[in-house]
């Protein structure tokens, strides 16, 4: 991997943990993208550069943990039902 990536991953990586560690002192609505920053240690563009907002910061981790759960179980779709499949239809 190249080095912007891995600079890029670890940004990334201390924005999601400086978002975290503030949400465990203050509510999410009080905190903002400066807090997050400042505490990342990261510049205001690499945020921006990598997320819309503060929710999106979330909603990127979670797809991240999605993945890497479906990536460990045995993922056999059939099995599952969605909003598109009712569970009628899954086996």
């Known amino acids: 991997m190249d080095k912007r990536k891995e600079e890029n991953i ?3 990586n201390s924005i999601t943990e400086a978002l975290l560690k503030l949400m465990r002192e203050k509510s ?12 990342a240690q990261a510049a205001r563009a690499s945020f921006y550069r990598n997320y819309d907002s503060k929710e999106s910061v979330l909603l990127t981790l979670i797809k ?3 993945e890497q759960f479906r990536a ?9 039902y969605t909003r598109q499949k009712p569970a009628a239809e899954a086996k």
Do not use: M, Q
Not at 28 to 39: K, V
Not at 72 to 80: A, P, W
């Open 10 to 12: 670890r940004v990334k």
């Open 28 to 39: 999410f609505a009080d905190i903002s993208i400066t807090e997050i920053i400042r505490s």
């Open 64 to 66: 991240d943990v999605l």
């Open 72 to 80: 460990v179980i045995d993922c056999n779709e059939d099995n599952y």
